[in-house]
């Protein structure tokens, strides 16, 4: 009878934490910009990125030294930019690396509006629901273990420690997206898939990149993505050599929009 108590409380403790990290399935999606899209995807960073990237299109910004961006002179970050393009593009009026950048105050402020928003729309799931999920987790492992330890220390403590680590592994690392998030991804993928041998327009690389990350940016802006570092050294290695030799017609860092 305890035992069977536990089990219940695992069972209820993982379907209450899944559905406060999930819900709600269906969100506010309309007048979405690229940058909100990729902060569906992978949070701030990735909308970041995916601002950088926009500006970079533009020839707003250019790659200095050592990868670091700055924005070029006499030029304006365009009209109807999100407030994470606006910000970066400030603080990029020194030269700067996009990880310095990141954690500037003006972009840092801006991409928790754009963590916020997502929150508020349904698409992703904001950080008190986080935090809930995850205390109604460890409060129901804990129930569990305790009442394990009350039947029978020797054989109930291994199953409950096991389902212990599988309800945390399951709540932790599932994506912060809601089912509402997934949706939207994957309907605007099936919309929008990379390109194949058709080159994407200037206007379609942000929402791209959005979308797809990694992959996009190997293939639609390789050159910039490895120069700035928005891929890993790993990533950046493998991409240089695969594109080695391929003609793109303008070098990605002169901010040509036929990438």
Not at 40 to 50: D, E, F, H, N, Y
Not at 81 to 109: C, F, H, K, Q, Y
Not at 116 to 127: D, W
Not at 214 to 221: D, E, F, G, H, I
Request: charged share 20%; aromatic share 2%; with cysteine.
């Amino acid at each position: 009878m305890v035992g069977s108590i536990g089990v219940v409380c695992v069972v209820v403790g993982l379907v209450g934490a899944g559905l406060l990290r999930w819900l709600p399935p269906r969100g506010r999606a309309g007048g979405l910009t690229a940058v909100d899209v990729a902060g569906v995807r992978g949070g701030s960073k990735a909308a970041l990125t995916v601002a950088v990237v926009e500006l970079h299109l533009a020839e707003a910004i250019e790659v200095g030294r050592s990868g670091r961006l700055r924005r070029v002179v006499h030029t304006t970050p365009g009209r109807n930019v999100t407030v994470l393009n606006r910000a970066a593009w400030t603080v990029l009026g020194r030269e700067i690396s996009l990880a310095d950048a990141a954690v500037a105050p003006a972009v840092w402020r801006a991409r928790e509006e754009v963590r916020a928003e997502l929150a508020e729309r349904g698409l992703r799931c904001g950080r008190a629901r986080l935090a809930a999920a995850g205390l109604l987790a460890l409060a129901t492992g804990s129930t569990a273990v305790a009442v394990a330890v009350q039947e029978s220390p020797w054989a109930g403590l291994p199953l409950a420690v096991l389902s212990l680590a599988v309800l945390s592994l399951a709540v932790l690392s599932a994506p912060v997206r809601t089912l509402a998030g997934h949706r939207l991804l994957r309907e605007m993928r099936r919309l929008h898939p990379l390109p194949g041998d058709t080159p994407a327009g200037p206007e379609e690389i942000g929402l791209l990149v959005a979308l797809h990350g990694r992959r996009a940016l190997r293939l639609l802006v390789p050159e910039f993505a490895v120069c700035a570092g928005l891929l890993g050294d790993r990533a950046a290695r493998e991409t240089v050599a695969r594109t080695e030799g391929n003609s793109y017609g303008h070098s990605a860092l002169s901010g040509d929009g036929s990438l």
